[in-house]
């Protein structure tokens, strides 16, 4: 026993010690989507003291690393005010590595398909620093895919070749050489060449490509910002220039790019090119967000409730001494169970204590997590409301019963006065709080403003209040003003019912009461002819 526990602080030690040499993992961040990262990559991430991160790698993949790892943005953009010079990124990583940390270098798409990470990783072994490189999907090959586009085909060519149009092909001594690479490779494609477009195309014309060569451009490809046009090597110029697509961009030259009529999947996704903003409470899993994207849609989180542990929970505890008197429990949201749960257990008590109540839940969300406490719910309506559960109460009789509610300090009323009016004895107990939240107020109103939100999503009532009551009454005018270009989408009827009361229509209400059901309704919304 002794042994074993001295080894383990001996293997803490070491830990320790190890931690002391340094290294740089030069990771491929991929080309966008951040499902692209390698499994190696995100789990560097999850381990790094310091990220040193660029413009075209996905901000979402810093959210792997641990919460108090160093963050340092080294961004290239172009025309920005401030870029971080070449020799000032290798001193940020060379210090780093020198203060003996894990650093993750993330670099969009491959590191070494023109990102200067070979120049990078250079100086890091000029200095004899330990490093390892992990490849990425490079955005050639996803803005490929992601526009249909498969890069070689047996039918069309075997051969590709990556070249950047970062270089201004009428200087004399281009490093490219345009006579042999123009006819060469079958697909050629072309990063950082929005800007020289003309000029490439044509290089390309003169030295023998056919005017009619099928040409894509891709911009932002694998992210919800896709936008993709084709043409021919006649007509592409003036079609990027009619279509206002700017860098980061790619360019598809070649005959494959014609099978993208057949094989287009990323931007014929439902909700593809839809803005949405999803509000809802900060410690709801975006279950939705997550669910909305899968359908191609563009989300915006907003939390527009903040939970909150109550000052005081004598009124819950008094309750829990005498959980064996009620016949039901009723569990109204998901927060209520968490809640309950959290106090049941600070007091000592577990699943077995509520072996004499029946428990019932509004809808399956809440019943699911109920069931990871150990408990089957004996009663979900088949409508997940409020009233729904008060009807499917009143079905099986609730008069002399006795009827307990952990729920919300602000909560809807119908519930307790339905079961009251039938003859039960109804003690609604707060177990949490809410406030609601200003801090996305701003970014809302920005993008309503500039027309870029196209469906806003609410998942229940007081996330209705919370959001209107968010603006104020002084901004409440331009907000409804605002409001009226975009669709508003309710998860049922009761929070549908908040809307409508609040002066607010309701273009979209999910027929069943679920994440789920939310989503559908919302893709057939905007699937549907009209
Ligand atoms: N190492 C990167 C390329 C960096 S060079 C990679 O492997 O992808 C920067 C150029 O890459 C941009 O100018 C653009 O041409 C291209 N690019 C990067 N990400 C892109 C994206 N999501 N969509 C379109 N082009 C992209």
Same mark, same amino acid.
């Given at each position: 026993?002794?042994?074993?526990?001295?080894?383990?602080?001996?293997? /803490?030690?070491?830990?320790?010690?190890?931690?002391?040499?340094?290294?740089?993992?030069?990771?491929?961040?991929?080309?966008?989507?951040?499902?692209?990262?390698?499994?190696?990559?995100?789990?560097?991430?999850?381990?790094?003291?310091?990220?040193?991160?660029?413009?075209?790698?996905?901000?979402?993949?810093?959210?792997?690393? &641990?919460?108090?790892?160093?963050?340092?943005?080294?961004?290239?953009?172009?025309?920005?005010? =401030?870029?971080?010079?070449?020799?000032?990124? %290798?001193?940020?990583?060379?210090?780093?590595?020198?203060?003996?940390?894990?650093?993750?270098?993330?670099?969009?798409?491959?590191?070494?398909?023109?990102?200067?990470?070979?120049?990078?990783?250079? #100086?890091?072994?000029?200095?004899?620093?330990?490093?390892?490189?992990?490849?990425?999907?490079?955005?050639?090959?996803?803005?490929?895919?992601?526009?249909?586009?498969?890069?070689? =085909?047996?039918?069309?060519?075997?051969?590709?070749?990556?070249l950047t149009g970062h270089e201004d092909p009428?200087k004399a001594a281009s490093n490219i050489d345009w006579?042999?690479l123009?006819?060469?490779?079958?697909?050629?494609?072309?990063?950082?060449?929005?800007?020289?477009?003309?000029?490439?195309?044509?290089?390309?014309?003169?030295?023998?490509?056919?005017?009619?060569?099928?040409?894509?451009?891709?911009?932002?490809?694998?992210?919800?910002?896709?936008?993709?046009?084709?043409?021919?090597?006649?007509?592409?110029?003036?079609?990027?220039?009619?279509?206002?697509?700017?860098?980061?961009?790619?360019?598809?030259?070649?005959?494959?790019?014609?099978?993208?009529?057949?094989?287009?999947?990323?931007?014929?996704?439902?909700?593809?090119?839809?803005?949405?903003?999803?509000?809802?409470?900060?410690?709801?899993?975006?279950?939705?967000?997550?669910?909305?994207?899968?359908?191609?849609?563009?989300?915006?989180?907003?939390?527009?409730?903040?939970?909150?542990?109550?000052?005081?929970?004598?009124?819950?505890?008094?309750?829990?001494?005498?959980?064996?008197?009620?016949?039901?429990?009723?569990?109204?949201?998901?927060?209520?169970?968490?809640?309950?749960?959290?106090?049941? =257990?600070?007091?000592?008590?577990?699943?077995?204590?509520?072996?004499?109540?029946?428990?019932?839940?509004?809808?399956?969300?809440?019943?699911?997590?109920?069931?990871?406490?150990?408990?089957?719910?004996?009663?979900? &309506?088949?409508?997940?409301?409020?009233?729904?559960?008060?009807?499917?109460?009143?079905?099986?009789?609730?008069?002399?019963? %006795?009827?307990?509610?952990?729920?919300?300090?602000?909560?809807?009323?119908?519930?307790?006065?339905?079961?009251?009016?039938?003859?039960?004895?109804?003690?609604?107990?707060?177990?949490?709080?809410?406030?609601?939240?200003?801090?996305?107020?701003?970014? #809302?109103?920005?993008?309503?403003?500039?027309?870029?939100?196209?469906?806003?999503?609410?998942? /229940?009532?007081?996330?209705?209040?919370?959001?209107?009551?968010?603006?104020?009454?002084?901004?409440?005018?331009?907000?409804?003003?605002?409001?009226?270009?975009?669709?508003?989408?309710?998860?049922?009827?009761?929070?549908?019912?908040?809307?409508?009361?609040?002066?607010?229509?309701?273009?979209?209400?999910?027929?069943? =009461?679920?994440?789920?059901?939310?989503?559908?309704?919302?893709?057939?919304?905007?699937?549907? &002819?009209?």
């Open positions: 026993m002794d042994s074993g526990i001295i080894r383990c602080i001996d293997e /803490s030690n070491e830990d320790k010690s190890m931690k002391k040499s340094g290294k740089v993992y030069l990771v491929g961040a991929g080309p966008g989507d951040p499902g692209l990262i390698t499994v190696r990559g995100k789990s560097l991430l999850e381990k790094a003291d310091a990220v040193v991160y660029d413009y075209l790698a996905n901000p979402k993949l810093l959210q792997l690393a &641990p919460a108090d790892a160093e963050l340092y943005y080294v961004g290239k953009k172009g025309g920005a005010k =401030h870029s971080h010079t070449q020799e000032e990124i %290798n001193g940020i990583l060379v210090k780093l590595v020198k203060e003996g940390k894990r650093v993750v270098r993330l670099k969009g798409g491959d590191p070494f398909i023109f990102g200067r990470g070979g120049e990078e990783i250079e #100086v890091m072994a000029d200095q004899g620093m330990a490093f390892e490189v992990v490849p990425g999907v490079t955005s050639a090959t996803a803005a490929a895919t992601y526009a249909g586009i498969p890069i070689t =085909h047996r039918g069309y060519t075997a051969t590709v070749a990556f009428t006579a042999k123009s006819t060469g490779a079958g697909t050629l494609v072309v990063y950082m060449g929005i800007k020289n477009l003309p000029n490439i195309v044509e290089k390309l014309l003169k030295y023998g490509r056919s005017p009619r060569t099928p040409v894509a451009v891709v911009r932002w490809a694998s992210t919800p910002r896709q936008r993709s046009v084709v043409g021919t090597l006649d007509t592409i110029t003036q079609i990027v220039a009619d279509a206002g697509i700017k860098a980061p961009a790619l360019i598809v030259v070649g005959e494959v790019v014609s099978l993208r009529d057949k094989l287009d999947w990323y931007e014929k996704r439902p909700l593809f090119g839809r803005r949405i903003l999803v509000t809802r409470t900060r410690q709801q899993a975006s279950t939705l967000v997550a669910g909305l994207e899968e359908q191609g849609a563009e989300c915006f989180e907003c939390s527009t409730i903040n939970i909150q542990p109550l000052e005081n929970y004598d009124e819950i505890d008094g309750e829990l001494e005498r959980l064996k008197e009620y016949h039901w429990i009723l569990f109204t949201s998901i927060n209520g169970v968490k809640y309950f749960f959290d106090r049941l =257990h600070k007091k000592g008590m577990d699943a077995r204590d509520l072996k004499g109540p029946d428990i019932a839940c509004v809808g399956r969300a809440t019943a699911d997590l109920l069931f990871t406490y150990g408990i089957n719910a004996d009663l979900i &309506p088949s409508t997940f409301t409020g009233e729904g559960l008060a009807e499917s109460l009143l079905d099986l009789g609730v008069e002399g019963r %006795n009827i307990l509610i952990p729920r919300a300090k602000v909560g809807y009323e119908l519930l307790p006065e339905t079961l009251r009016g039938a003859g039960a004895q109804v003690s609604v107990v707060p177990v949490y709080q809410t406030f609601p939240e200003s801090a996305c107020m701003d970014m #809302v109103r920005e993008k309503l403003r500039a027309g870029e939100l196209d469906i806003l999503t609410f998942t /229940s009532s007081s996330t209705v209040r919370n959001f209107i009551s968010m603006f104020g009454e002084e901004g409440r005018e331009e907000l409804f003003k605002l409001l009226k270009g975009v669709k508003l989408a309710a998860i049922g009827p009761v929070t549908g019912k908040t809307l409508r009361d609040n002066g607010l229509p309701v273009d979209v209400e999910a027929k069943e =009461h679920t994440i789920d059901g939310l989503i559908e309704a919302i893709v057939d919304s905007c699937t549907s &002819p009209d």
